[in-house]
């Protein structure tokens, strides 16, 4: 079975630190991954989605970046944090076929101070 | 682009009751999914129920239906015989079909449901 790990899972930082948060999917190989942004009492948004090694799409323009060094690891990054970055970060991933259905990461609870 | 509209922020109901949450969105798109997510105080995100565009019949599981309306481009879900478990925010979702590549999910600002003895 697949399983989809996120770390970690509570994150306090102050304003101008980097980030790093990471995502990593057990059990499949080659799936798609996705970066989610909820901010308070808000939907899910999407940041960036990866169908490969290296190769990274962006949604929306940011503060942050993503990176995919691994087949089944993605991170999310930034170099300078700001105050609106603080959020629900989910991480999903799905299987390249045409039906894709998504499967979600437990989530990193980012606060930004 | 698409977007999907719930226009419920909160809803309450009692146990062993029914409830409807409200879903509509807006596509130029014929094919296509639509979603509804449950997400529980965890934060966990767990799919609910999944509906394909091109089927006409409305998708169920178990306590859980949908009325799919196409042309109206509505999308509601009943929940039959509410248990205090069901109680969550839930997320209507829209996602493109697609060919074999990413597919990207559109949320709805969600609906927080609580259910009540």
């Known amino acids: 079975s697949q399983t989809i790990h996120q770390w970690p899972a509570t994150l306090v930082q102050p304003v101008g630190s980097p980030l790093s948060l990471e995502c990593t999917v057990e059990g499949t190989s080659n799936p798609n991954l996705y970066w989610y942004r909820q901010a308070a009492g808000r939907g899910l948004q999407l940041l960036f989605y990866s169908v490969g090694i290296g190769q990274i799409s962006s949604e929306v323009p940011q503060n942050l970046s993503a990176s995919r060094p691994q087949d089944r690891q993605f991170i999310l990054s930034s170099k300078k944090l700001l105050l609106s970055d603080s959020g629900f970060y989910l991480c999903a991933w799905s299987r390249g076929y045409t039906y894709n259905e998504q499967f979600f990461g437990p989530g990193t609870r980012l606060t930004v101070l | 682009a698409q977007t999907v509209t719930q226009s419920q922020p909160e809803m309450s109901v009692q146990e062993a009751e029914t409830v409807t949450l409200s879903c509509t969105y807006d596509t130029s798109e014929n094919n296509y999914y639509l979603f509804w997510y449950k997400q529980p105080p965890s934060r966990q995100m767990i799919l609910v129920i999944r509906?394909?565009?091109?089927?006409?019949q409305n998708a169920t599981e178990n306590r859980f239906s949908v009325n799919f309306q196409k042309a109206a481009k509505s999308f509601s879900l009943k929940i039959s015989d509410s248990q205090l478990g069901d109680t969550a925010m839930y997320f209507c979702a829209f996602m493109k079909r697609n060919t074999g590549t990413a597919s990207k999910l559109t949320f709805g600002t969600g609906t927080r449901l609580q259910v009540t003895l």
């Open positions: 509906q394909e565009a091109y089927k006409q």
